[in-house]
């Protein structure tokens, strides 16, 4: 999730304003989050399974 959609409890403000310090410290929190960080990890999981699968179907098709 991004903060540009995120409204501050502290101040009522949108978070990526950056109007009082909870606003400025979560937005830098989120900023330093990496891609993944927002998905579970049964999310990833079958992300992984996905991807090994599509692996072994290519594999497959060639040696066929």
């Known amino acids: 999730m991004t903060y540009d959609r995120l ?5 009522a403000a949108p978070v990526s ?3 009082c310090p909870v606003c400025r410290a979560n937005r830098e ?3 330093q989050e990496g891609p993944f960080a927002g998905l579970n990890p049964m999310a ?3 992300l992984l399974v996905v991807l ?5 179907a290519l594999v497959a098709q060639q040696t066929a």
């Not at 409204?7 to 101040?11: G, H, I, L, M, P």
């Not at 090994?52 to 072994?56: G, I, K, R, T």
């Open 7 to 11: 409204v501050c409890a502290n101040c």
């Open 17 to 19: 304003q950056g109007r």
């Open 29 to 31: 929190r989120l900023r």
């Open 44 to 46: 990833l999981i079958a």
């Open 52 to 56: 090994v699968a599509a692996a072994l």
